[in-house]
């Protein structure tokens, strides 16, 4: 297996048996990564790649101290673009730093405590393709935990908050009020990361939250 940096290989592994481990990978930089088989007859060619992005020990994928992205879940698409999910969680930061694209707390420091995130890395790089953040007041805790993508490009993202309210949907306002402890948030935006819909899911009472989706 080799990791490339476009088209520079950066880092390569053999074995017999897996799991092979790529060493000497930054965290936070997207790499794609190709695998190829060998045998008494020689080695095949390269399989078609797929893009990682490490984010090392513990939950801080990208941030400092005082901001910090936390990566949850993960898909890839029919072309190859890699998609993830996941929250931020500010402090003291009014910006973070995301595979190279900065990211602004909205309402600095008194704004919201957790963000939820969105963002796509391109097939043919691993470059960061676009990112979109969902959010609300300055009390909103949003975590966004599941995405799946379907054969047309369209993504469905689901998550949760568990205080304040939902105001903003990757730029676009919207309205969705806590019930419970918990709300259950699911959304849809195109292929580009434009917004087209969202549904909460709530009680007056209790939690409720999204662990996976799936297509039909």
Known sequence: ATAYSGTT???????????????????????????SA???????????????????DGANAYGTA???ATISDMTV?????TYVVGAITWSSATSLSFAGTTITRVGGAGGALVEGL????????????????????????????????????DV????????????TIAGTAV????????????????SSGAYAWHRRFGGTTGSFTTTALSLD
């Open 9 to 35: 290989p950066v880092s390569t592994v053999t074995g017999a048996a897996s799991p092979l481990v790529l060493t000497g990978l930054t965290n936070g930089t997207a790499y794609s990564v190709k695998v």
């Open 38 to 56: 060998t045998n008494s007859s020689g080695t095949g060619p390269e399989s078609y790649d797929v893009v990682i992005a490490p984010i090392g």
């Open 66 to 68: 005082t901001a910090s």
């Open 77 to 81: 698409d029919d072309g190859g673009g």
């Open 118 to 153: 969105v963002a796509r890395f391109r097939p043919a790089d691993g470059q960061l393709a676009w990112v979109r953040t969902v959010y609300g007041d300055s009390a909103s805790r949003v975590s966004l935990k599941s995405i799946v993508v379907a054969d047309d490009g």
């Open 156 to 167: 469905f993202v689901g998550g949760d908050f568990s205080s304040g309210s939902v105001t």
């Open 175 to 190: 309205s969705a009020a806590l019930s419970g402890t918990r709300t259950q948030l699911l959304f849809k935006l195109s």
